[in-house]
Structures are given as C-alpha cells and as structure tokens.
C-alpha cells in the first residue's frame, strides 16, 4: 500500500514541498504520496491526530505551526529540542515523534551547495521568530560566532540567553548594527515576504561575504542591498528549503535522495 504523507501549514496552496517529494521518491523508487493540507489555524492539533489516525506515516510542518508542533510531540530530536520547534513528524506505534530538519537543511545548503566553509565565520541572523530559533544551534555547533537582531530586541534577547555558559551570541537592535562587519548575513525574517527591508547600515559585509536570504522564488530587497552593498556571494532559501526536505524524506525513508538534480530542476 502506498504510503501517506503531507505537509501542514496555513496558507499552505503555494508550497513546493509536494512537488520536491514527490521528485525525491520517484529517484529512490519509493512507493509514496505527499500532499497539502491546510489546517484551521485553531486546528492543528486535531489535524495531526487525524492524519494519524487514519493511518498516515508522516507530516511536515511550517508557517505558523512549528512551534504548536513542538508541544505536541510525545518524543524530540536534539535539533527539535534546541529550537523549541518542530517542521517533521513522524507517526510511529501511535506516537507522534518530532525533528526540526531546518538547520541541517541551511548547513547542507551553504557549505555543500554554495561551498561556503562555515567554521569560525562571524554570522549576522536577522530575526528571532521560527526559521532563527531553527538554525541558531546548529550554526553555533558549526563554530560560527552569532549575533542576532530583531525588531522586537526581547525575542531576539531571549534566544541568546539559551547559550549562556556554552559560549556567547548577542542580541542587537538594528540600531547597534552600525560599523559592525559579518562573513554571513542570514535574513531569517519574514520581511521579504512583504518586499520589505530590515533597517540595515551599509558597509555590513566582509570581504568574500555571504548573503543568504530564506525567502525564495524571487529577488528580495534583501538580495537586491546585499548585491548593492557588495556581498561576494547571494543566495535564496531554495536550496535550504530542498534540502531539508531531504533530510526529512531520509528520516521517514532511511533513504538519501540526491538534492541536486531536484534542486535544478525547481531552478528551472
Ligand atoms: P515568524 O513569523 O516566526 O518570524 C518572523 C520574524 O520576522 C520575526 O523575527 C519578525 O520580527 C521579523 N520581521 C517580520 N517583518 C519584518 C520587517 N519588515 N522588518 C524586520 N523584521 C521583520 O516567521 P518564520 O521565522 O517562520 O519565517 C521567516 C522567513 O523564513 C519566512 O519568509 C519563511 O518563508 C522563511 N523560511 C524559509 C525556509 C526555507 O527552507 N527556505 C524554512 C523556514 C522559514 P519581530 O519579532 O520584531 O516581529
């Protein structure tokens, strides 16, 4: 019997992850679908034990339920546990189990895809909402030193509490930005959604930089300031987003797919 999966989300009709897994399977010969549903923002829990109940073996999970997700898991991954947020389930036995495959999707993307070597790199993240709170671990395990800003300084003051006694990551307001110079700027916000700009100074960049914004499927401001001001290399979330789709297929599957071919193929 084919097996169910899908991704959950509100809205959720624009999203490509039907189209990556389903790419994915058809390479590794796995016998699957993979669908879209969208749950009532009041709903998400009722639609995770549904999609259980009926005998589905795994859903993703984004905007605006990661975090909802995370409460109502019965087990965590390390990486689900650190960011408090969760974009993978798994059914299993009637339990429902989380992972956040977002970090190790970014990490793939910017050193395997882009050839950007993390370690020891200054990292500016912007934002401190679900997509920030994902990859702060794993880009702090990978030896980068953060700091991170925000609109709101008290999220983003939160967050950096998270690693007192492992090690230091700051939370900046816009304002203090200034004068300051990063290898890599990650917008983790959502103002490209909107075509906005986060308030940001000139002269951000170090040489050989790279701008990374999450936000995909078209230029951002964020690219168009990061060329403008001189970044070395620019880059859209598309391949974090293919890759830590491959990362969650693994999970469910025990199978890797190989990210390169779907990744040009949605480039195309
Ligand atoms: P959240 O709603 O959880 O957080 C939004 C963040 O953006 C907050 O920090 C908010 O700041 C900030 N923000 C919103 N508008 C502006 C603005 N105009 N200027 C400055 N800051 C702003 O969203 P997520 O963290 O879940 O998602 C953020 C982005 O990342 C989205 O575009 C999403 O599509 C993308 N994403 C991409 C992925 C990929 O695979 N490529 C994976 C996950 C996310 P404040 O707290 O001050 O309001």
Redesign the pocket.
Known sequence: MTDRYAVIGNPISHSKSPLIHTLFAEQTRQDMSYETVEAPLDGFATTVRRLRDEGYKGCNV???F?FEAFKLCDRLGERARDAKAVNTLIFQDGQILGANT?GT?LLNDIEKNLGFTLMWKDALL???????S?VLWPLFNAGVGVDIA???IE?ARILAAEFTGSGTVYARRYEELAGRKYDLVIN???????D?L?PLPDGLFKPGALAYD???GRETPFMAYAREQGAALVAD??G??VE?AAEAFYLWRNVRPDTQPVLEKLRS
């Open positions: 984004t905007v605006p990661k977002d999707g912007l934002g401190a909402g679900g997509a920030a994902g925000n609109r709101n999220k983790a916000t959502s103002s490209s959604l909107s906005e986060p999450m936000m995909y979330g598309l974090m987003l830590q």
